[in-house]
Every structure is written in C-alpha cells, then in structure tokens.
C-alpha cells in the first residue's frame, strides 16, 4: 500500500503563487514508477496536471500549465511539489496527488486532495 497525504491549499489573489506538497509512505513505495498533479474544478472531471517519473526525475505537463507550474519531487524525503506561480481564476480546483505503479494509464493510489482557490 501507499498513502499519500497533500497540503499547501489555500486562498491566493490572481497573479499569485502556492506550493503544494504531497507525502508518500507505505511498504510499497518502492515500487512506484511515477507520480502525478490532477485537479478537479467544481462540476468537471478531474483533470492531468502533471507528472514525474519517479526515479529519473522527467517531467510533463498539461498545456494549461505550462510554463506557470512545475513539478519536483525530493526523492530521499518521499516528497513531491507543485510550485504554482502567476496563478488564475481558472486554477481554482481540489488538487489531488497520485502514485502509480502498474503498467497502463490509470493511477493506483490517490491522497484526499487540497483545495486551491485563486480570487480575481
């Protein structure tokens, strides 16, 4: 099992910046291939934020992000971050981290989320 636990949520003026957190344990961590950023906005489906390969450290983001977002991850602490700058409306979402391990398209494990809501 892994359990993922996000925090760094907030209220944030637009043109702002946040930083989330996501912390992994659990006996099988070990295992995990990559870890990914998906949000929900309020009456939509969740959405693919962004993802890093969990041991060599590549990246890939959603267009809506780029270039605004980035993903990092401290590999010793079982830590993963979302550093979010020039933020907008339209960010405003319940965050969500999640881990995966098999092959395929579908995550395995998921945290509770953290909102982020960005006023304009």
């Known amino acids: 099992q892994v359990q993922l636990v996000e925090s760094g949520g907030g209220l944030v003026q637009a043109g702002g910046s946040l930083r989330l957190s996501c912390a992994a344990s659990g006996r099988t961590f070990s295992n995990v291939y990559k870890m990914a950023w998906f949000r929900q906005a309020p009456g939509k489906e969740r959405d693919f934020v962004a993802h890093?390969?969990?041991?060599?450290?590549?990246?890939y983001y959603a267009d809506s992000v780029k270039g605004r977002f980035t993903i990092s991850r401290d590999y010793a602490k079982k830590m993963m971050y979302l550093q979010m700058n020039t933020l907008k409306p339209d960010d405003t979402a319940v965050y969500y981290c999640a881990a995966k391990i098999s092959a395929g398209v579908a995550y395995d494990y998921w945290g509770q989320g953290t909102q982020v809501t960005v006023s304009s």
């Open positions: 890093i390969v969990w041991s060599a450290g590549n990246t």
